[in-house]
């Protein structure tokens, strides 16, 4: 596995950064190393991957939730200059085409029905209600050792598919945007209020917590919340309400963390591999001297 060296797990998620103003997150398995959106051009998600100790070259495909430039205006430069294809639905990939920068230059479809199989993990998707041609949440299962992870990123409601989709999975990454009552009390014009809030906008944090509920099982092992509105949310407030629905569903593990888009999240990682009892570890930064925390 191309990681850190830190570990041997199956699966490690490391949030690169979260946020409208970018999105990217590098995912680990037993084979190899994904990018999940590229809403960063090279150079900026270079710094990242530098700051986090990875390399661009460990990058063996990259996958797009959708069109959005906070999730793909990176992703023609990162397919040209380094090589790298692109991985989304046929209609997301279609929507490409609207870049400013034109169509990625290497790119394939992701199945339409079943999985496909990226860098040793299997990959399937499921539709998510939100204002762009094909939004996805992916799920990503380590084909070596069935350790799985799901992403749903931008996202206007909680569907029952939805939260079937994500239910099982070992890690989750969800969007936890804004507070509503600091959307309805910010400074954001009524229609970008009514946008975000609409049922193809995004998620609140109590819509959030509302899809953790649903999908909270004994075998989670961490949850991330991610595309934060640096206006209207805060880290606590989002953590807050996410905390809240997961005790009540039962969760006990206290393996939750809310991404920022200045600044990578330390990897989460699931360990165990080849059966037992799965943990979860939190370290932070490696530049900033290897605190690491074993649960
Ligand atoms: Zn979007
Ligand atoms: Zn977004």
New binding site residues.
């Given amino acids: 596995m191309s990681t850190t060296g830190a570990n041997r797990s199956p699966l490690q998620v490391t949030v690169l950064g979260s946020g409208s103003r970018g999105n990217a997150l590098l995912v680990d398995g037993s084979a190899g190393t994904v990018l999940i959106d590229a809403g960063y051009g090279p150079r900026a998600l270079q710094q990242r991957l530098h700051a986090v100790g990875r390399r661009h070259e460990e990058i063996q495909g990259l996958l797009l939730t959708?069109e959005?430039v906070?999730?793909a205006s990176g992703a023609p430069a990162v397919s040209a200059k380094w090589g790298v294809t692109v991985h989304a639905t046929p209609r997301t990939l279609a929507a490409l085409d609207t870049l400013p920068d034109g169509p990625p230059m290497h790119r394939a479809a992701l199945a339409e029905q079943g999985a496909s199989v990226v860098a040793g993990f299997e990959i399937t998707h499921c539709a998510v209600p939100?204002?762009?041609a094909d939004?996805r949440a992916l799920r990503l299962t380590d084909v070596a050792s069935g350790a799985s992870m799901a992403v749903v990123?931008?996202c206007g409601a909680v569907t029952n598919t939805l939260a079937g989709f994500l239910r099982d999975a070992d890690l989750l990454v969800v969007e936890s945007n804004h507070d509503r009552e600091m959307l309805a009390n910010g400074p954001y014009p009524r229609v970008l209020k009514q946008r975000i809030r609409g049922g193809r906008g995004?998620l609140s944090n109590a819509e959030t917590a509302e899809l953790l509920a649903a999908c909270a099982h004994k075998g989670l092992q961490g949850v991330l919340l991610a595309h934060l509105s640096e206006t209207n949310n805060t880290a606590g407030h989002a953590v807050e309400a996410a905390r809240g629905a997961l005790s009540k569903a039962g969760w006990r593990k206290e393996l939750l963390w809310a991404c920022a888009q200045r600044e990578a999240t330390p990897a989460v990682w699931v360990g165990g591999m080849g059966g037992g009892e799965l943990s979860v570890f939190w370290y932070g930064g490696v530049a900033a001297g290897g605190r690491r925390r074993g649960v």
Wanted: with cysteine; aromatic share 0%; charged share 25%.
């Fill in positions: 959708h959005h906070d999730h939100h204002d762009a939004c990123l931008d995004h």
